[in-house]
Each structure stands twice: as structure tokens, then as C-alpha cells.
């Protein structure tokens, strides 16, 4: 494990596997904050993450817990339980797995670029967005006071292709959700059934201060596009966004007030910043200017 790690991030859950990879005998290794950690389940299912030491032998045991489709991970104390997702659980919602992914940058800024409607004409041109339709209209920020949670409502953008099945150009509903540090989640109008939102998330796990992997889910309400196609469809999105995210500097996230642009289209990031400043995050952002 690293260096006295930051208690936001030791005492915080995080989606290492799908649940899926799990089911044969042979363990799963990974990384999770510079720790290498083995995940299995034994003899009578019951699940098991524990540090790798020398020889595949294990050392220290972790928490850790099935939740969403995916195996959580927590190193130290959970401070609080996993948030609630009750879409996942909502009948009619196919859910999908569109893949992990590494990126060497912080966490963070995944969840920040995640948050971003300002880049979609630009980085996603002709598919979550086109000149002359570039402007992000004023929504609303507010902070749960019993979860902790950033919530992003009343955003609009208008988009060519909004999801795999879509067949025309949107204007789209969106709201966004930061339900920790290193995971988020969007709800956006869905193109296959009136007045139904579709519900799409990332989760971070930090290998390192600067380098992390990016997991894309979905719960959607769609019985036309398959599988392959939806997860080629995010797959597409999420290629055109790395190369920029690899190629920002600095590689932590700032979280100077200098650092801020304030701008109406910026409004989630900010608050995701400011956020991040309140709790004294120290994993993965700039200490110095």
C-alpha cells in the first residue's frame, strides 16, 4: 500500500471487477491505490479480497462486497455504505457492461470530464453534439444534504445521435449524479420509450495517483440495439475522450482556486472542485501550483 494513504480514498468502496470474472476458481488480481489486492470466491461462494504478497501468497484482509454487477473493494473502514442505485433493480432495464479501460491520469479527471457538456460538439462531433449547437444552457447544482451527493439538474443539449439506437438528432434531458470521489452517474432522456430516462455511470479504480481504469456501465430501456452495438456505441465515445484526458497537464487534478474557469458550462466541474477542496481530497490532485 502506499504512504499513508488519504483517508477520503482508504475508507471509501471501489468497483475493482465485474462480478462476471469471478465465477471460475482462479483469482483475480489487481491493483487498487498502489496496492496489489487478489479477489476470489470460495467453495461456497462466499467472496474474499486480500493483498498479494510474494508467491501469490495473501496478506492483509479486505472488505469487500457484490453490489451493481460488480465486486467493491474498501482497504481500510467504509466510512459510509455503498450508495443506492434502485435503477438496477427496476423492471425492463437491461444491464450492460461496456467495458474497463486504462488512462493514465487521476481519477479525478474522468469524473470531471464526465461531468463536462462544454467538450461534446468538439470531441464528439456528430454524436453527442454539432455546431451550431455548442451553447450549454444554465442548470442547477445542489448538494444532498444527507448522502453528500453533487447533483447537476435541468440540463439540456441538443445532440445528432444521443444513444446507439437513436435515429435522428435530440434535444436531451440530462442529470448528472456524483456519488463519491471516483464514481458518477448520468440519467438522460431515453430515445426508445417516452418520458424514461436512461442511466449511465462510471466508475474510477485509482491503480495509482496517476493512473486509474475507467469502467462503463449502462441500464437502459432499449429492445432494438444489441449489446455489441451499445457497447461499441460508448466504446466509440469513450476512445474519442482518452487521448485527451492522457494528454492534460498536469496529470492531478488542480484544485487551486486559480485553477477554476468560471464559466456557466463549467458549473459541474466547479462544484465537483469545490467539492473535492470541502473534504480535503489528497489522492490524485496537484499539491502545489
Not at 455548442?134 to 442548470?139: G, R, W
Not at 485553477?259 to 490524485?284: F, H, K, V
Amino acid at each position: 500500500m502506499e504512504k499513508e494513504l488519504d483517508s477520503n480514498v482508504l475508507n471509501e468502496w471501489f468497483a475493482v471487477s465485474p462480478a462476471s470474472r469471478l465465477d471460475s476458481a482462479e483469482p483475480v488480481h489487481t491493483t487498487l491505490l498502489g496496492t496489489p489486492i487478489a479477489l476470489w470466491r470460495d467453495r461456497e461462494g462466499a467472496l474474499h479480497a486480500a493483498g498479494r504478497m510474494e508467491g501469490w501468497q495473501h496478506g492483509d484482509k479486505y472488505r469487500v462486497q457484490q453490489r451493481y454487477g460488480f465486486i467493491w473493494v474498501c482497504l481500510g473502514t467504509p466510512r459510509k455504505e455503498l450508495f443506492a442505485l434502485p435503477e438496477f433493480d427496476e423492471p425492463g432495464r437491461r444491464f450492460i457492461n461496456a467495458g474497463t479501460f486504462g488512462v493514465k491520469t487521476s481519477g479525478l479527471r474522468i469524473i470531471e470530464n464526465f461531468l463536462d457538456m462544454g467538450h461534446f460538439p468538439y470531441v464528439h462531433t456528430d454524436i453527442l453534439g454539432k455546431d451550431p449547437h455548442s451553447e450549454v444552457a444554465d442548470y442547477k447544482i445542489t448538494t444532498d444534504p444527507d448522502t453528500g451527493e453533487i447533483w447537476a439538474t435541468e440540463c439540456r443539449f441538443w445532440q445528432p445521435k444521443a444513444a446507439a439506437s437513436a435515429d435522428g438528432g435530440l434535444d436531451v434531458a440530462y442529470t448528472y449524479r456524483v456519488t463519491q470521489a471516483f464514481s458518477a452517474i448520468l440519467y438522460k432522456t431515453c430515445p426508445a420509450r417516452e418520458g424514461a430516462r436512461d442511466v449511465i455511470g462510471v466508475y474510477v479504480q485509482p491503480v495509482s495517483e496517476d493512473e486509474c481504469k475507467a469502467t462503463l456501465w449502462l441500464l437502459l430501456f432499449d429492445d432494438d440495439a444489441s449489446d455489441t452495438e451499445i457497447i461499441g456505441f460508448q466504446q466509440t465515445i469513450f476512445a474519442q475522450d482518452r487521448p485527451i484526458l492522457e494528454n492534460q497537464l498536469p496529470k492531478l487534478l488542480p484544485l487551486g482556486m486559480k485553477s477554476e474557469i468560471p464559466t456557466r458550462a463549467d458549473a459541474g466541474s466547479m462544484a465537483y472542485r469545490r467539492w473535492l477542496r470541502e473534504i480535503g481530497m489528497q489522492y490524485g490532485v496537484q499539491k502545489t501550483a
